[in-house]
């Protein structure tokens, strides 16, 4: 048992090397290739970012207002909510304890 651990871990640092060896050699062709980090992608990405975040709050927010505060006849959402999960545990409860009767 041991030496089987053992060979896996001798194969699993061998692919490791491999692959920190395959790393640096990325690594220097890039650092070779350009000094100067790529920005004008990430400023787009940020800039995009900026516009749909506020938006995306704005709408989230007017979900959960409408949730929490509009009623549609006597219940709001998490009323029904709450009344529908408390109907699935009871239910739930009720088939255990009647599989525990059967045993």
Avoid at 17 to 42: E, F, V
């Amino acid at each position: 048992m041991c030496q089987r651990k053992l060979s896996i871990f001798v194969i699993s640092c061998e692919h490791l090397t491999n692959i920190l060896i395959l790393l640096q050699s990325l690594a220097q062709k890039h650092s070779k290739q350009s000094t100067q980090p790529n920005l004008r992608g990430m400023n787009a990405w940020w800039r995009a970012v900026a516009k749909i975040a506020p938006v995306s709050f704005t709408v989230g927010a007017g979900i959960e207002w409408f949730m929490l505060r509009v009623q549609i006849g006597d219940e709001t959402f998490y009323d029904t909510v709450t009344r529908l999960e408390a109907q699935k545990r009871i239910d739930a409860a009720n088939e255990e304890e009647a599989r525990a009767g059967q045993d």
